[in-house]
């Protein structure tokens, strides 16, 4: 119960995390919304994984996290801090999340009937994560957002993908992506400032 | 020796040891004949085969467990390795004309080990991971230190990583489909899931609008790598799952599906091949038609499809390679590849012209050319089903067969009076001189490259018969 209870708390934070991303303009608050997604896919992930192998995305996230933190930070003063041009279509953003929100939890009690074994409270978060990340996918082209809004999509997708497959070598390979995103975001972010920073 | 350290963690070794390497010819070197090495012991020494030299006894073994997982390159893997390594050789001899050797090399070696690692594991299934992996090297590829990234590649970036969940999904909902064929929205679940996915992976239409503006903005020799390597795994990808699943093989929708997405990029890749201004967008839709004529060999199967698409996979990477040769040595010289700012360019720069133009016309299936006999075989085939089909094939190839002429026009059009001469470099001409007698070669006589295709075979237990 208490479990049941926790797990819809997290789909709670994972719809107001995703969400966040979408509406922040500040990189700092940006990865710490990050942070807390990652918390809540290893809560989730860890209802059907060893806890020590659902601890590896909690530290994948975290490691994803820092290291765009970092590179954030070694390129202040080449990016705008704050976007200024991102404040504008904030209801139409309060808007299309709430519709994605909707539409995923529409789908939700579909979705256990052919994966069998998984909970609706997995299922509407990753949904939720899906759903919000593609949207913020479709609406931006800054390159810090599109990592974001991956990464995001991913997350979504492995919360999902972990009540179907276990496997060691999987859950290897869907931390190195996570990993090599992030380290593709920050080059990406890094290498056309690169003489600058130099 | 195992066959998984030959050919996936040999070339990942050299890609490290061309990283400290500072001379561009060094790397090229290394490079070119670790590759070519690779594709020979592909194409002529049997795996789990012992072979005697003397008192000496020799064996490739070809499993390896990782992770509790067993990655295995076996027999029916050796036709694909040598065609991939044979074509990375060259490749990585005229990446030193190109000055991307430095880029190209190393991480040519290691975006090629993780994609024949994508083919080696097991479950198949997790190959959409290891491709991802390639595709995020890619990017370091694509994007050198200082230079702005364009939208292209983030549009790439974005559309393959989309690919890889979906292709998962659908691999593990398909053997419920395989052990309830009745099951029918488990069925037309699995197919969304799985055309969702190849459609991304293959950039198939309207998804590949990533293709010509990653070949506008990009060096044209590492795109052109890029539009060679991802899609020809991608075939391998598909084949494998055609070839595992007996109701995907058997279906009547498949093939239809395939051969209606393959010609839709033909047509609309060389319509608008036709109209472009910029060479390299030419070659972004140019690579869109030969993923199309992909699509439209597989949609053959299981009779001659799989033949059909391995033999297309050489022309395809020569014609490119070879085009994006020329167009290295024509932006050396021009700065820009908008036929504006080359107009006259073949009287200082006849050979890289003439490069170009037969690539392009390869690329359009010209006689004599090395995209043509295999072509002709597939609109053959494709014909005793429809000819509505071949119509408006026809119309794609005439599309870059105008590009082509286009390109040939602007090239050698000028008003000034500008004496011919040679102003290549002496490698440039020998290795464009090259590819362009192969191009002839393969054209004129296409059982050449049989050797490679010993094994095909049993590349493919359902398939490849």
Known sequence: ?198 | MNAIFLWIIIPVLAAGLTLLINRQQHIVIIGGIVSAILALTAAFIPVDLALRFGPFSYKITSSLQILGRSLTLGQEDQTGLGIIYGLLAFWFFGSGVAQVSRRLVPFGLVITSLLVASFAVDPFLYAALLIEMAVLLSIPLLVPFGKPVSRGVIRFLIYQTLAMPFILFAGWLLPGVEASPGDLALAIQSTIMLSLGFAFLFSVFPLYSWIPMLSEDNHPYIVSFILWILPTIAMLFVLGFLDRYSWLRNSETIPQALRIAGLIMVVTGGIWAAFQNHLGRMLGYAAIVETGFYLLALSLLPETGVEIAFRLTIPRALTMAIWALSLSVLQSKAGSLNLLHLKGIARSYPVATIGLTLAQLSAAGFPLTAGFPFRLVLLEKLSTQSLTTIFWILIGIFGLLAGAIRTMTNLSTTTENIPWQLNEDIYQTVLIGVGILTLFALGLFPQIVHPFFRYLPVAFEHLGH
């Open chain 1, 1 to 198: 119960m208490l479990t049941t209870i926790v797990s819809w708390t997290v789909s709670v934070i994972m719809l107001l995390t995703s969400a966040g991303l979408l509406l922040s303009r500040d990189w700092r608050i940006q990865l710490g919304l990050l942070a807390v997604q990652y918390l809540g896919v290893f809560w989730l992930v860890q209802l059907h994984w060893p806890l020590a192998m659902a601890a590896t995305k909690l530290i994948t996230g975290w490691m994803v996290t820092a290291i765009l933190g970092i590179t954030y930070n070694e390129i202040q003063g080449q990016v705008r801090e704050v976007e200024e041009n991102w404040q504008q279509g904030h209801a139409f953003r309060i808007f299309a999340v709430s519709i994605v929100s909707v539409i995923a939890l529409a789908i939700t009690p579909q979705i256990p009937q052919f994966l069998p074994g998984i909970g609706l409270q997995e299922v509407t978060s990753s949904l939720i994560l899906i759903g919000i990340g593609i949207l913020h996918l479709g609406i931006t082209t800054q390159y810090f957002r599109v990592i974001l809004s991956l990464l995001t999509v991913l997350a979504g997708f492995e919360t999902i993908y972990a009540a179907i497959e276990g496997s060691v070598l999987v859950a290897a390979l869907l931390t190195g992506t996570a990993l090599g995103l992030a380290l593709v975001g920050s080059y990406i972010l890094i290498a056309p400032n690169w003489n600058k920073t130099e």
